[in-house]
């Protein structure tokens, strides 16, 4: 859920001076926690997580990982399934968020209450709903079966579900990004005569193309890793429903914890590079607007 | 951002559109889905499914872990908040981007391997077992895994407003005399309760849905460590639909309030901040 975090930067940080005037042991003793709970919370077990992936050596954790064509199969499904979430919900999320941030229009505070909608359904929720449409006794289940589509129990369903759960992602990243930025290029765009689409790629998407990564990653992220809503679409068929999050689950029953937690390796891996793609894109924002706001400050000299 | 953009940036139709068509898609028709399906229902059946005494106590746990969590969060994430706004100390900037992890990592890779560091033999286990705390299988289990996913709620929304603080209000405070507890206690956290309620919130939300990491730390037993989301796929996989679908109501119900009194949060902490 990355309802909290923009990639706007924050203002300058509060000045060192005050931050002196805590006496030593409340910054000593403040600093303590904060490190051993993210120590411990976090640290610890991004670190088990390997750990236990190469314990049995390097060439046990490629068999885990190549050897099982189960295994195989799930990390490639989950590379079929991902990229269809992304698109879909990306498209949906630059629509939206030209929608939200360029035009009022009546019911715009509860449309964009509507996007972040699946934020709060829980993802066991979202499944089901999507078993009572497409399930074999679901409202449109007999009419599928009459002309030989599965969803549930199926891949189409695997991407309608990781579709529901990533909705925001992107809407939500992009809405204040636009509205930071502002319709002022974009009005002279048109002005100057040109079109909606030759404004839209030659002004719009290079303004906000940070924010838009930063959105698909997110996006990204959580249609990989996605588990209960999948969990409940997938009917559990080894080898050609399960998707990497639930591959991780199975083995983790079979007590086949190597391989278990050389899958959840992989995954974490991603995690990390999710998190060094948001700094890297955090600072080509924070640069970006200083470059910005310096261009201006030397036009306003200029005049 | 004004009405006269209507006439002169292109597209509002299409994208509106698009925008409904999607969402209606997507998130209408399967919640009209859901209720439909209970709908068919009588109330006594309806009652009957949502109300034994192992949903209720799965209602009580999962309250009572996404509360205890999110108080954790919240008290932790603002500690965390602090220190990372205001002090300097070594690897600050990895710290900093590590705090987004939870967002990140599926869910099922936290269960994973929070089962496996409290048991007895694990690397935090050997240490704790031992003086009687059990941080796996238990709810002191699922409260932490929680806590793992609730902090960067917490410190994400408290950042920025730490960071807005003027410096000039504690400097006054400073200079009438206040001592640094008093300019604490009455300056600035005043100004810092909204955000911490938002972050709360937003923890608890989380909390009360989560499936994927609970399943692999909490044990599942019912009546003792099993939540709402665990009975409803219990429901789905005896084929009974009506009475998933009916705990999946009660669900929402508790989701929609969530989410409409954080929309009243978030408005009622902008404007305290103008």
């Given at each position: 859920m990355a309802s909290v975090t923009h990639i ?34 976090i640290?610890?077990p991004v670190?088990?997580v390997f ?23 799930s990390i490639?499904l989950t590379l079929a399934v991902a990229p269809v979430a992304v698109v879909a919900n990306l498209?949906f999320g ?22 972040d909608?699946p934020f709060?359904?829980?993802p066991?929720?979202a ?31 695997l991407m309608?579900a990781t579709c529901f759960v990533t909705l925001p992602f992107v809407a939500r990243e992009l ?35 940070w924010g838009l990564l930063y959105g698909i990653i997110l996006c990204n992220a959580r249609a990989i890793g996605e588990f209960g809503a999948v969990y ?11 998707t990497m999050p639930l591959r991780v689950e ?13 899958v959840a390796s992989l995954l974490t891996l991603l995690a990390l590079v999710t998190l060094l793609v948001k700094v890297v894109l955090e ?21 | ?95 900093d981007a590590l705090i987004d992890l939870p967002f990140a990592l599926p869910t099922a890779v936290a269960g994973l391997v ?31 895994v929680?806590?793992f996913l609730g902090i960067p709620f917490?410190v994400r ?45 937003l923890?608890?939300?989380r909390?009360?849905g989560e499936y994927g990491s ?61």
């Amino acid at each position: 859920m990355a309802s909290v975090t923009h990639i706007i930067p924050v203002q300058g940080r509060v000045a060192p001076a005050i931050a002196s005037r805590d006496p030593a042991v409340v910054r000593w003793g403040l600093t303590l926690v904060a490190i051993l709970t993210i120590g411990v919370l976090i640290v610890v077990p991004v670190v088990n997580v390997f750990y236990q992936a190469f314990a049995g050596g390097l060439v046990a954790y490629w068999e885990n990982l190549v050897g099982d064509p189960d295994t195989l199969h799930s990390i490639l499904l989950t590379l079929a399934v991902a990229p269809v979430a992304v698109v879909a919900n990306l498209i949906f999320g630059v629509a939206a968020a030209w929608a939200i941030a360029r035009f009022q229009f009546p019911g715009r505070a509860l449309l964009t209450a509507l996007i972040d909608l699946p934020f709060s359904v829980s993802p066991v929720v979202a499944g089901l709903m999507l078993v009572l449409l497409f399930g074999m006794q679901g409202y449109f289940g007999p009419w599928l079966r009459d002309h030989g589509v599965q969803i549930i129990f199926a891949t189409p369903g695997l991407m309608l579900a990781t579709c529901f759960v990533t909705l925001p992602f992107v809407a939500r990243e992009l809405i204040p990004v636009m509205e930071a930025i502002g319709s002022e290029e974009e009005t002279a765009a048109i002005s100057l005569g040109a079109s909606g689409w030759q404004m839209f790629l030659r002004v719009t998407v290079p303004n906000i193309k940070w924010g838009l990564l930063y959105g698909i990653i997110l996006c990204n992220a959580r249609a990989i890793g996605e588990f209960g809503a999948v969990y409940v679409v997938s009917g559990h068929v080894t080898g050609r429903t399960d998707t990497m999050p639930l591959r991780v689950e199975k083995l983790f029953q079979e007590y086949n914890n190597p391989a278990s937690f050389a899958v959840a390796s992989l995954l974490t891996l991603l995690a990390l590079v999710t998190l060094l793609v948001k700094v890297v894109l955090e600072h080509k924002t924070r640069r970006d607007l200083a470059e910005s706001a310096r261009s201006t400050s030397i036009a306003g000299d200029a005049s | 951002m004004s009405q006269s953009n209507r006439h002169v940036l292109p597209g509002f139709s299409l994208s509106l559109g698009y925008t409904l068509l999607y969402l209606g898609l997507l998130t209408i028709i399967p919640l009209a889905a859901c209720f439909g399906k209970v709908f068919s229902l009588t109330f006594d059946q309806f009652w009957a499914a949502v109300w034994t005494p192992r949903t209720i106590a799965a209602y009580r746990f999962t309250c009572t872990v996404s509360f205890l969590s999110s108080v954790a969060s919240m008290l932790l994430g603002f500690v965390i908040a602090w220190v990372l706004v205001r002090y300097e100390f070594p690897l600050k900037r990895v710290f900093d981007a590590l705090i987004d992890l939870p967002f990140a990592l599926p869910t099922a890779v936290a269960g994973l391997v929070y089962s496996g560091l409290y048991v007895e033999n694990g690397w935090l286990g050997q240490f704790l077992v031992p003086l009687g705390i059990h941080g796996a299988y238990s709810r002191f289990a699922v409260v932490l895994v929680l806590t793992f996913l609730g902090i960067p709620f917490v410190v994400r929304t408290l950042e920025p407003v730490l960071d807005s603080l003027e410096a000039d209000m504690e400097e006054a405070a400073h200079l009438l005399g206040a001592s640094r507890a008093q300019t604490f206690w009455r300056v600035i956290f005043p100004t810092l309760v909204p955000a911490m309620i938002t972050g709360f919130a937003l923890s608890l939300a989380r909390g009360l849905g989560e499936y994927g990491s609970v399943v692999f730390v909490s044990g599942n037993m019912p009546f003792k460590t099993e939540i709402a989301p665990v009975l409803i796929v219990a429901r789905l996989e005896e084929f009974a639909y009506a009475e998933a679908t009916a705990i999946a109501v009660v669900l929402l119900g508790i989701s929609f309030a969530m989410l409409i009194s954080i929309n009243l949060l978030e408005r009622w902490s902008s404007k305290y901040h103008g």
